[in-house]
């Protein structure tokens, strides 16, 4: 399994543009890269998945260079709200595959007024 | 959108009782779920995984016979904390393979917070 490399922490102000970046430097052929976030006391909630160059959805945009070793996770316009910590996960999507998806340490972001 | 049902959302019980924890997948199907366990400013560790109608794999130092799994049906997977002591306090969540807009995902539940006194 991709072990992965994230920030501890991350401070920003409101209205900023955040990137929190994951170092992934084995991840597989197969494997693909996604984002979660969680408040406290709540389950993970999923944000963006991407296997290369550039995803956007209507929360984040996702960059991944052609290597694939890591990933810059970008969240525009930060409000207070978007306090959390934010995890990457590296794995094979497809459905039917039973490989597990390894949680690392997560970004805990922290959204200042 | 697919959703994950875990219940109760927190549960205080005495030492030396067992008690049991629900995850439902609502409107899809999941042959696997997961289980995690997170402590106070920890990240998810992963504790098994739950296989419809198998036993469930454990994770290396994941005693199965303290963490009952039971995914009996497409819908349903339990974990039971049997003779649970303070140790055995914390957040438990499960999650479940799913697919939306086209993206394979995993599906979380809100979580258990267990206190056991």
């Known amino acids: 399994l991709a072990k992965t490399t994230q920030p501890i922490s991350m401070d920003s102000y409101e209205g900023q543009e955040v990137n929190i970046t994951c170092s992934h430097n084995n991840i597989a052929t197969n494997d693909y890269i996604t984002w979660y976030q969680q408040f406290p006391s709540q389950g993970p909630r999923f944000i963006i998945q991407?296997?290369?160059t550039k995803v956007t959805n209507e929360v984040a945009s996702l960059f991944i260079p052609a290597d694939r070793k890591s990933s810059t996770l970008s969240l525009p316009r930060v409000s207070l709200s978007d306090t959390a910590v934010y995890y990457c996960?590296?794995?094979?999507?497809?459905?039917?595959?039973?490989?597990?998806?390894?949680f690392g340490s997560g970004t805990q972001l922290t959204v200042l007024p | 959108g697919a959703v994950v049902s875990q219940h109760p959302s927190w549960v205080i019980c005495k030492s030396g009782t067992s008690v049991k924890i629900e995850c439902r997948s609502l409107d899809f199907q999941a042959t696997t779920m997961f289980w995690y366990r997170q402590f106070p400013k920890q990240s998810l560790m992963l504790m098994a995984t739950?296989?419809?109608?198998?036993?469930?794999?454990?994770e290396q130092g994941v005693e199965k016979d303290k963490f009952l799994i039971n995914h009996a049906s497409l819908t349903l997977s339990t974990l039971t904390v049997t003779s649970a002591h303070p140790e055995d306090s914390s957040f438990y969540i499960c999650?479940?393979?799913?697919?939306?807009?086209?993206?394979?995902?995993?599906?979380f539940g809100s979580g258990t917070q267990l206190s056991v006194l």
């Open positions: 999650s479940a393979r799913g697919r939306t807009d086209s993206i394979e995902k995993l599906f």
């Open positions: 739950s296989n419809e109608g198998s036993k469930a794999t454990y």
């Open positions: 996960l590296v794995g094979d999507a497809p459905s039917g595959s039973a490989r597990q998806l390894t």
């Open positions: 991407g296997y290369k």
